[in-house]
């Protein structure tokens, strides 16, 4: 059998192993690790969680709009206007933060948690009535997404948990966010980790939300 010179390790072995890992490095800021990387992301891989970084923008971007163009139901995901450069990048500071969950392939799931002002049309604050002296407390789990391929892993429950280990020093005492009355995974995870339904109302153009709440 032909061997690298001064290596126990044969040539064929030697050579699948180096492109297997050349395959798992290789990196589109395009497209991201998921086209270029195959393999099962699902129960059973190791997921880190991170807070995100400039150079993850591309890769977040990805991720919403390829997540959102999968699903079926097209009104449970509203990213109009929050798939843009800006829009996560401004996230990564001033207006809030972003968590991803990654595996060897790259990012798998993300959360972006926005601080809304106190005089914000939409700072959900105003649809449970809250006084003009709490409103700077509401904090919003703006955007939670978890590829197709690796739903099962617990992987918004473990983003939001993570967030809620991040706000814990800060002022923030109201943790809010909207899901559709019919997205029962997205229900149950929200109520696993204390969530109450305050009410049903239309926003993001005519759309039905539950209106949800989280006291700290």
């Given at each position: 059998m032909f061997r690298f010179k001064d290596s126990k390790v044969n040539w064929d072995q030697g050579f699948c192993s180096m492109l297997e890992n050349l395959a798992q490095c290789v990196y589109s800021a395009k497209f991201g690790y998921r086209q270029i990387v195959k393999g099962d992301g699902k129960v059973g891989n190791k997921f880190d969680i991170r807070l995100a970084q400039p150079e993850d923008t591309q890769d977040i971007i990805f991720l919403l709009t390829d997540t959102?163009?999968?699903?079926?139901?097209?009104?449970?995901?509203?990213?109009?206007?929050?798939?843009?450069?800006?829009y996560i990048r401004s996230h990564m500071g001033k207006d809030g933060f972003i968590l991803v969950a990654e595996d060897y392939r790259g990012i798998d799931a993300c959360l972006v948690v926005h601080y809304p002002?106190?005089?914000?049309?939409?700072?959900?604050?105003?649809?449970?009535?809250?006084?003009?002296s709490e409103m700077n407390k509401v904090v919003h789990m703006e955007i939670a997404v978890v590829a197709s391929d690796c739903r099962g892993a617990g992987l918004q429950v473990k983003l939001m948990k993570k967030a809620e280990d991040v706000l814990s020093v800060m002022h923030y005492k109201y943790y809010m966010c909207t899901v559709h009355p019919d997205n029962k995974p997205c229900m149950i995870n929200l109520r696993l980790l204390g969530y109450k339904r305050e009410s049903t109302k239309y926003k993001y153009s005519g759309l039905p939300r539950n209106i949800m709440l989280k006291m700290r």
């Open positions: 959102k163009k999968r699903m079926k139901e097209q009104d449970w995901l509203c990213i109009d206007g929050n798939d843009n450069e800006d002002k106190p005089t914000d049309a939409d700072n959900l604050g105003k649809d449970i009535r809250l006084a003009k």
